[in-house]
């Protein structure tokens, strides 16, 4: 048959294709040409979620880390269910050592109640799950206890939130439409929410999106994370969604792991499934930072770039959770810098502010997922969403939701519980 043959290496890269004809019983024998053609100075590119063999994943490790090294992640979290996976000798006997580094964790899986991540881990060979912890429970309370207390460094990371009953959000009723309600047993002690769980925006992605921004305007400022899940590599591909952490150059050799861990909790990372997006804030150029306005006056600066296949339509300017201002984006003499800006903005109080970008042509055939139904929406679409530079109005040193009320908690029947005191 005629195929379409395509190569790539990850969103910092160019693709070749190629138009083969292959008859019976004939190999043949393709040379690509792939060029790295998008710079990421200071950034390090994340995959925090996915599967080998030793869970539900299909590849085997070896397998798993040579996909990693083929779509460009340079960090890894080793996540299967309920077992610490430690890719580390396996990287070594490759001889990939040079271009990746990968930390020990697990997903905590407990049917009905949460899925979450927890990183770094120390194995523990004879342990249950080479040092897991129980994870049966009818909460996810005792699951973050008992995460903190078996490896206290380590973050915990809630998964696809949204995604029916594997949705921690979903299953303790969190309110869709303003995050002002939830069961009683709702805990939001965790570090990082994963609002791109594989590369679509139009999925439950969206959703998860929207209690984020529901969530930070209630003062709860989580970063958030974008990871692939990949359970396999073709229609399941690593990195996609990935998240770029603003990480030092002087960090990576020897690789800080605890500094990295320290910016992923700070909120210094955007994530994406190609665009990549840079923004500041009266000079301050990086996510998670608090800005002093006293005068309600802020500069913002918008810059959006990445490989030639991905397609840009729109970059949207979020404040406190809404869609402000959107900037159509006009055709350009370069295919890698999309889009670039400068706009003064007047505040009246504290404000969250963070930028959106997404794009209208599908990733296909990069990733292997055209689109399902052959509606724009069903494709994979690029997108890419940034975590919030805070902005102190009042001058008070700290950054105050516009929203002082916390998530209520509600009883099974959907009546609020009161506090009762007791004198």
Not at 64 to 90: F, K, Q
Not at 204 to 225: C, F, K, T
Not at 369 to 380: L, Y
């Amino acid at each position: 048959g005629t195929y379409l043959a395509s190569a790539s290496r990850g969103p910092e890269y160019s693709i070749d294709q190629k138009v083969i004809e292959v008859v019976k019983e004939e190999n043949r024998d393709l040379v690509f040409i792939i060029d790295r053609v998008v710079e990421t100075p200071g950034l390090v590119s994340f995959d925090p979620h996915m599967h080998t063999t030793r869970s539900d994943g299909r590849p085997a490790v070896s397998e798993r880390i040579r996909s990693v090294v083929a779509e460009g992640i340079e960090v890894l979290a080793a996540t299967d269910h309920n077992t610490i996976t430690d890719y580390g000798p396996d990287l070594n006997r490759l001889g990939l050592a040079g271009e990746l580094t990968v930390i020990p964790g697990c997903e905590v899986t407990t049917p009905d109640v949460i899925h979450f991540n927890t990183y770094p881990m120390e194995r523990r060979p004879g342990e249950m799950g080479n040092g897991v912890i129980n994870a049966i429970a009818e909460s996810a309370s005792p699951l973050f206890a008992a995460s903190r207390e078996k490896n206290s460094a380590a973050v915990l990371q809630v998964n696809h939130p949204r995604a029916g009953n594997l949705g921690y959000f979903n299953n303790f009723s969190l309110d869709l439409e303003a995050a002002a309600t939830a069961l009683a047993k709702l805990d939001m002690d965790f570090d990082l929410l994963e609002v791109l769980n594989g590369p679509y925006y139009y999925s439950s992605n969206q959703a998860a999106i929207e209690d984020w921004l529901h969530l930070l305007n209630r003062g709860y400022a989580i970063p958030i994370i974008g990871s692939s899940d990949s359970h396999g590599i073709d229609r399941g591909e690593p990195g996609y969604s990935r998240t770029y952490v603003y990480f030092p150059d002087e960090k990576r050799t020897p690789f800080d792991r605890e500094a990295f861990i320290a910016a992923l909790k700070k909120g210094r990372s955007f994530v994406t499934n190609g665009p990549l997006v840079a923004f500041g804030v009266n000079g301050h150029q990086a996510p998670g930072d608090l800005v002093e306005a006293k005068a309600g006056k802020v500069d913002i600066f918008l810059r959006v770039w990445g490989a030639p296949w991905v397609d840009l339509d729109e970059v949207r300017l979020i404040l406190n959770g809404q869609r402000r201002i959107v900037f159509p984006v006009q055709p350009v003499n370069s295919a890698i810098d999309k889009f670039e800006q400068e706009i003064r903005v007047s505040l009246t109080g504290d404000t969250s502010i963070c930028i959106e970008a997404i794009g209208g042509k599908t990733l296909y055939p990069v990733l292997q997922q055209p689109s399902r139904t052959g509606s724009r929406e069903a494709g994979t679409l690029p997108y890419a969403l940034t975590n919030p530079i805070f902005v102190d109005v009042d001058g008070n040193g700290r950054f105050d939701a516009p929203l002082p009320e916390r998530v209520r908690p509600v009883a099974e029947s959907g009546t609020i519980m009161k506090k009762v005191s007791r004198d």
